[in-house]
């Protein structure tokens, strides 16, 4: 029997009709609403590509039962920029090279937002490194990424 949930993305509401209520947040973000920007690597909660804010804190969208989240407030990389601006974050990874092939990128920024929103990120490279580690980047761009966020925050 079909499942019917609200959820609140990047400002919009959406009223979805689940046909599989194990479906994943991940997959209907991509293949229901089309916000293709958040990507899937593993599908399995290892990399970090899929990584959205649910109610302001990161979360794996690949691990999460979109049914879970009925009635939250979901921000993906398309809700970050307002009105023809960057995002802080995002700019801070192109001014600091925060990227090589770019698929990891959505899922770094969003971690990125998500740790300064938490405020636990300081000026100290290596709890920075730490908040980021769920986070992978095939192309090994940490120092970048790293540098990113450091610049974000000021
Ligand atoms: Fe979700 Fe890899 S796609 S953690």
Redesign the pocket.
């Known amino acids: 029997m079909p499942l019917s949930i609200s959820l609140t993305i990047n400002g919009n509401r959406h009223d979805t009709l689940l046909d599989d209520a194990r479906a994943t947040l991940?997959d209907v973000l991509r293949e229901r609403i089309g916000l293709t920007g958040t990507?899937?690597?593993?599908?399995?909660?290892?990399?970090?590509?899929?990584t959205v804010l649910v109610d302001g804190r990161r979360i794996?969208?690949?691990?999460t039962l979109a049914a879970s989240v009925d009635g939250a407030t979901i921000t993906t990389i398309e809700g970050l920029a307002r009105d023809g601006e960057l995002h802080p974050v995002q700019a801070a990874f192109i001014e600091n090279d925060g990227f090589q092939c770019g698929y990891c990128t959505p899922g770094q920024i969003m971690s990125a937002v998500g740790l300064i929103a938490e405020g636990d990120a300081g000026d100290d490279p290596e709890r920075i490194r730490e908040g980021m580690s769920g986070n992978i980047c095939r192309c090994a761009a940490y120092p970048g990424i790293t540098q990113a966020v450091l610049d974000a925050q000021r």
Do not use: P, S, V
């Open positions: 991940l990507k899937k690597g593993c599908d399995r909660g290892q990399c970090g590509a899929c794996n969208a690949c691990l």
